[in-house]
Nanobody, 122 residues
Framework: QVQLVESGGGLVQAGGSLRVSCAAS????????MGWYRQAPGKQRELVAS???????TYADSVKGRFTISRDNAKNTVYLQMNSLKPEDTAVYYC????????????????WGQGTQVTVSS
């Protein structure tokens, strides 16, 4: 099993910045791609950003130029730096990691964090 613990969410004013972090732990054999998703009330969960092992990144059009995803492989941690925040960014942000465990080193599964609330006021 893999556990993902998120931190850094909170309340900020429009135009402000926030950085959320996600640390993975447990019986990890390998971690491949990691990413951040978000879900606002009444809306479907959407991909915000992702990053592969070699550092290739993907961003949703709505956050390009404002958000930056990064990872520290030594700490099994992924970060999302959010700048120029808008009220539309308000959502629960979920960490995701595609990983294998020692009991199934050949099988990749998707693991999710519990979510952290990000609220942007106008």
């Amino acid at each position: 099993q893999v556990q993902l613990v998120e931190s850094g969410g909170g309340l900020v004013q429009a135009g402000g910045s926030l950085r959320v972090s996600c640390a993975a732990s447990g019986s990890i054999f390998s971690i491949n791609a990691m990413g951040w998703y978000r879900q606002a009330p009444g809306k479907q969960r959407e991909l915000v950003a992702s990053i592969t092992n070699d550092g290739t990144t993907t961003y949703a059009d709505s956050v390009k130029g404002r958000f930056t995803i990064s990872r520290d492989n030594a700490k099994n941690t992924v970060y999302l730096q959010m700048n120029s925040l808008k009220p539309e960014d308000t959502a629960v942000y979920y960490c995701n990691a595609n990983s294998t465990t020692y009991d199934a080193m050949w099988l990749q599964r998707a693991y999710w964090g519990q979510g952290t609330q990000v609220t942007v006021s106008s």
